[in-house]
């Protein structure tokens, strides 16, 4: 299983992204999900980038902190002995996360906001959404049992 990982431009201004970490804690949902073998696309980018991204893709004006774009067929995963299977792509915008639509964090660290906008993009690409209350609710349980396990483990 292959998480890939690129930046493309100031993602989060100044402040570098840890592209492997990100793509370490791909990986991990990828195989807490049971999936075998993939490629998965991570990429972080600036505001400009994922406003183009967003109006493209979903029809709505202005950045967004985190797209994904699931490539039916491939969540999974591909035998070992099998060909790569293409899950699809993650597009996560640091400094739009960082804002936070002006509400603070509640551990006031932006470490946590890219911890979760990879495992939902993550689990978005795995067929997850939050589109009624019973999928939102099962997605952001998920999303917490993952963050506990990954990003900040007891």
Not at 68 to 81: K, L, M, R, W
Not at 143 to 152: D, S
Request: aromatic share 4%; charged share 20%.
């Amino acid at each position: 299983m292959r998480a890939f990982d690129e930046t493309s431009g100031p993602a989060a201004g100044n402040d570098p992204v840890d592209t492997e970490r990100w793509a370490r804690l791909a990986r991990a949902v990828l195989r807490d999900e049971g999936v075998g073998s993939g490629e998965l696309g991570l990429r972080f980018v600036d505001a400009g980038a994922m406003a183009e991204l967003n109006l493209a893709h979903m029809g709505a004006a202005g950045p967004t902190d985190v797209l994904a774009f699931p490539i039916d067929g491939g969540h999974g995963g591909a035998p070992a002995s099998g060909p790569t299977v293409l899950l699809g792509d993650v597009v996560v915008c640091p400094a739009y996360a960082a804002r936070a639509n002006g509400d603070p964090r509640p551990t006031g660290d932006p470490a946590d906001e890219l911890a979760l906008l990879v495992v939902h993009g993550v689990l978005h690409v795995l067929g997850y959404d939050h589109a009624h209350e019973a999928e939102a609710a099962a997605m952001q349980t998920r999303e917490q049992q993952l963050l506990a396990a990954h990003h900040r483990p007891p």
